[in-house]
């Protein structure tokens, strides 16, 4: 907001963007819209989807806790990754600190892999939608296991997708 009212660029660097990168890219290609009052911010880490912590994020959080229109903060599950605890210790403090103080405005979640932000991201009626819409019931989707970010979130979309349906029919109906 302070670079757009002074007219003036701002550079973006680093990994603080991979998780946004991420859902944009499958609500894209899924056609998943990605809730309006949500932000994310962490860095993919490895082929597997691993979730890891970035820069500033006290800053962030705190950002997010006085905008009024965001209400969910997603960001790296900070006890997932353990050179943080031992390299960073104050660090991590400082990010555990800001999440707790901002839980009283958002509600903060943490993530650790890929799997889990499409999970936290995407409500069972948006993965039903993108699961009918792809096909991908009728798609051989292998286990979650061993597979990659991108086969661990095909295979949460195309997984239970009877169960999938019978809540979402039974939430709409009630």
Known sequence: GAAASMDTGMQVTGFSADLSVFLAVI??????????????TGHIASSDGDVR??????????????????????????ED????????PAERERIQDAIASAKGTIS?????????????????????????????WAAEIPDRAG???????????AEGGAERLITVLEHKLL
């Open 108 to 136: 903060p979640i943490a993530v650790s892999d890929v799997y889990d932000l499409v999970k936290v991201v995407f409500s069972e009626e948006v993965a039903l939608d993108a699961g009918l819409g792809m096909g991908f």
């Open 27 to 40: 609500s894209t290609r899924l056609n998943m819209p990605i809730p309006m009052d949500l932000v994310a």
């Open 147 to 157: 597979s990659d970010c991108v086969g661990s979130v095909a295979h949460y979309l």
């Open 53 to 78: 912590a970035v820069r500033n994020i006290p800053a962030k959080v705190k950002a997010a806790s006085v905008d009024s229109s965001i209400s969910t903060f997603i960001y790296p599950a900070m």
């Open 81 to 88: 990754d353990i050179s943080l605890a031992q390299l960073a």
